[in-house]
């Protein structure tokens, strides 16, 4: 089921056991991609989506996201994620989300800043002209803190990797949700075990495309708050993240 609400966008989900991690609930990285989806519909709805923008050569990007969960859906149950726009500028949309279980108990909250690009240039497009954002700011709250300011990791450990075909999406640069994946992967099973990620930033500062050898650093002296970046043969971080941490 989805809303037709012009300011207010809400759409119905089933988990299935085939999408859930090994502790049986909606993985980090279903939620992301089901952000995306949702904020697409959103879009959509509005006639300002990717079939429209593509006319002129343009695309929405996520520039940055924090996730903030008291817990996650379970296995065989539904949830719902709503969605609205806070506020915007010449450059950036800063749009909300949250997440409710099927008794529409709130299990989190979700804040992201997206831009529009052209495919081109690779450059961001002045947003201001476009009326529909004006026209739809909501005033409903969002309680979480935005993304805090992500710094350079400056003591820490890094793995290479080399992103490839399945990194990629039709804008042929690495994804989101590819991003996300490669991140949780550099902590085990006993530690999603035993804790949960509570608090999730992601800032997004150059593309990763297709070839390019990167490090994925993680700074894991304290175990409960994890900065992370994927950084270039040069030093350039194109990534930076932070895990907060929850035990279960």
Sequence with gaps: ???NDKKQFYKDYYLAAGECN???EM???????RIIEVATFHANSWGVGYARLIQDNQVWVLSRVTIEMTSYPKVNTNYRLTTWIEDYNRHFSQ???RLDDGDGNTLG???TIWMVIDMGTRASVDISQLSYIRENVSDIPCPIQPISHLRPIEEGHAVDYTFGYMDCDFNRHVNTVRILS???NMFDMDCYDNYFIRRMELSFIKEIHYGETCQLVIDDADPMCTPMSITDADGND???ARFH???R
């Design 22 to 24: 090994p502790q049986g």
């Design 27 to 33: 993985p980090l990285t279903l939620l992301m991609t």
């Design 245 to 247: 941490w929850q035990e």
């Design 182 to 184: 490669h991140l949780m």
């Design 95 to 97: 749009r909300n989300m």
């Design 109 to 111: 909250y979700v804040r």
């Design 238 to 240: 194109h990534v930076r």
């Design 1 to 3: 089921m989805c809303s």
